[in-house]
């Protein structure tokens, strides 16, 4: 067994978190040999309900689990972490989009990546979960200039899972079989789930999804749509936002990251651009990525036909003006 990591989860008393937690205990993210310290932060008002949270982490009684710190305080929750979940902000009501949260969230990721450049490892891996993801995650590495940049990123695992399950439903496979969905731009109703790259095992052979499926049309409208906008369809039913599936996302996510991806195969980051695949640079856009020893690459060389160009597009254009909106709001 290695010493302890220092794993902090903001948010540590809402809903994502709940679920979040337990599987981060008990080894599904930094593997069954890494023990860890859990640093749970929240706000002066929900440490009652920490407290509730702390209780029942201990009553788990899971031997990876060396000792749980909750408080209030940026500085004691990011000191000496190796791993970031921020998840700690309001989620949408019905009828909003993601991006009416900018003027409530933005702030508290400036605060954040203040403490974090302050008191968190300088090889920290930062996962944002809090919405909207990608331009909270630019803003949240802008204030802590120490940190590379490359350790800052947004969630669109959940978008991913989301592809990757209408594909495998479609086709009346294991989600297991569904690989290489990519989920490009923004974790907004712009994104774009585009199934071009993906490949399906079938019958003991490996497909292109497009192939196996054998319906363009469909995976460039009702497939594209449905992803986009689950989390407003999730959000009308349970008249809640999703939780259980954003904290699996957010474990496959983190755990990528630090155990790498299989040989050929790809995941969805939100990521600061370098402007591939002709993108806007310096915002947090998705793209498939593979990662080795813990650093992520965007994958090169995919085809974009017109219509991949198009909505590539339109979601960069939208994670522009979000960064100028957010800029004007932590300025104002
Ligand atoms: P929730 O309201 O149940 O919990 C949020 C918690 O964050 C609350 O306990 C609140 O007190 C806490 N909080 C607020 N400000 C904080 C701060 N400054 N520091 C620390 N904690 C703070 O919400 P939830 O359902 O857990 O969702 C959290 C966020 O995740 C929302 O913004 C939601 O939209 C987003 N989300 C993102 C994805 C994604 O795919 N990227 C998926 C689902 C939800
Ligand atoms: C989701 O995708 O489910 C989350 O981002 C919550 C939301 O507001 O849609």
Not at 58 to 86: E, H, M
Request: glycine share 8%.
């Amino acid at each position: 067994m290695s010493e302890p990591i220092r794993v902090v989860v903001t948010g540590a008393a809402g809903q994502i978190a709940y679920s979040l937690l337990y599987m981060i205990a008990k080894g599904d993210v930094f593997g069954p040999n890494q023990p860890l310290i859990l640093h749970l932060l929240d706000i002066p008002l929900m440490m009652g309900v920490l407290e509730g949270v702390v209780m029942e982490l201990a009553d788990c009684a899971i031997p990876l689990l060396r000792g749980v710190v909750p408080t209030d305080d940026p500085a004691v929750a990011f000191k000496d972490v190796s791993a970031a979940f921020l998840v700690g902000s309001m989620p949408r009501k019905q009828g909003m989009e993601r991006k009416d949260l900018l003027s409530a969230n933005v702030r508290i990721f400036k605060v954040q990546g203040e403490a974090l450049d302050k008191h968190a490892k300088k090889d920290v891996r930062v996962l944002v979960v809090g919405n909207p993801a990608n331009t909270n995650a630019l803003i949240c590495s802008k204030y802590a200039p120490s940190i590379p940049s490359e350790n800052f990123t947004a969630m669109t695992r959940l978008d991913q899972n989301r592809a990757q399950a209408q594909i495998a439903a479609r086709l009346g496979l294991p989600v297991g079989n569904v690989s290489n969905v990519i989920i490009w731009g923004n974790h907004s109703s712009t994104q774009y789930p585009d199934a071009s790259h993906a490949v399906v095992q079938t019958d003991g052979k490996q497909l292109k999804a497009s192939d196996a499926i054998k319906d363009d049309n469909w995976l460039r409208s009702v497939f594209v749509e449905t992803v986009q906008k689950r989390g407003a369809t999730v959000i009308a039913a349970r008249q809640m936002s999703s939780a259980m599936s954003a904290a699996k996302a957010a474990a496959d996510h983190m755990r990528d990251w630090f155990n790498g991806t299989a040989p050929g195969q790809f995941v969805s980051m939100g990521v600061v651009s370098d402007g591939s695949y002709g993108t806007p640079k310096d915002v947090v856009f998705s793209f498939p990525v593979s990662i080795k020893n813990g650093k992520w690459e965007i994958v090169q060389g995919l085809t974009i036909d017109d219509f991949s160009r198009k909505m590539l597009d339109a979601t960069g254009k939208e994670l522009e003006e979000e960064k100028t909106d957010a800029v004007g709001i932590i300025g104002a």
